[in-house]
């Protein structure tokens, strides 16, 4: 079993799920399981994007809502131990 870790995504997992395939491919793998340890920021609309704590240059909305609505499929098992903005 394969794993990938890695750190604060802040929302991003299109660029890590991108990164991922290139390993992939590059070395002829397989990742089973991706685990993300630190900030995730799971952003799923407007709202939460509005009542998020930390300065405004920081807030955008990334990726996750389309993991969220189903737009997008994770391509590999994601586990996230959430980072001190989770709190």
Do not use: W
């Amino acid at each position: 079993m394969l794993f990938a870790v890695e750190g604060c995504c802040h929302g991003e997992l299109d660029s890590i799920y991108a990164a991922i395939e290139q390993t992939e491919q590059e070395h002829g793998v397989k990742v089973d399981v991706l685990l993300i340890c630190g900030d995730f920021e799971a952003v799923r609309n407007a709202t939460d994007l509005a009542t998020m704590a930390g300065p405004q240059k920081y807030r955008a909305m990334h990726d996750f809502y389309k993991y969220y609505t189903g737009e997008k499929t994770a391509p590999v098992l994601t586990i996230v131990i959430g980072g001190n903005h989770e709190a």
